[in-house]
């Protein structure tokens, strides 16, 4: 079976590739965006934007995979206010997001917890610019070694289940703390 980071994605100028060359050999941050229209992308930024300036300082880069076809991916880009120095790269054909069990049916999107995260959205100020396309899929984050080994995945159980900065924080300081304290014999 090919390792999940060997599946091929696309990035801005449409150029194909597996992920594995384009993600960074050190700890990192890959976000997967449900899609690039949806409300929940719109709140994970929100909240990802409070995280931009420690992980910066702690040299975690965020590397975010979208799962729409390329051509909309300098719309999402612009849409959510994601950093040029960001990578982006869409997975069009899912496969990434079934390997790592980020894809859920329709009842995670309208369901009731999904549909109070839509109001709620909308609510607060959020929102939703298409609907109808790649619903079922979720959102997800996963904090990887140096090697890309997976340290710690948050995947959504309802639309809006997203982890919070410090949660994510959290995650990247316990592998940071455990990587340079001195080992226990």
Known sequence: MKDVWDCIVQNERGDRFPLREKL?????????????ECIECSIMIHE??????????????LVFVANGTFDTMKRLRDRLALSDSAPLFTDPSLEIYQKLGLHSGYGRSFGPMGMW?????????????RLGT???QQSGVVLLDP??????????????????AGSILEQVL??????????TI
Not at 48 to 61: E, I, T
Not at 117 to 129: A, L, W
Not at 174 to 183: E, G, I, K, L
């Open 117 to 129: 995260t839509i109001i709620k959205g909308f609510y607060d100020g959020f929102s939703q610019t």
């Open 24 to 36: 960074p050999s050190k700890c990192s941050v890959v976000v997967f965006l449900r899609q690039g």
């Open 134 to 136: 790649n619903l079922p």
């Open 48 to 61: 990802l934007q409070k995280l931009y300036g420690p992980l910066k300082a702690w040299d975690v880069p």
């Open 174 to 183: 316990r592998y940071q703390t455990n990587r340079t304290s001195p080992s």
């Open 147 to 164: 090697q890309r080994n997976v340290l710690w995945i948050h995947r959504s159980e309802y639309l809006g289940d997203i982890p919070a």
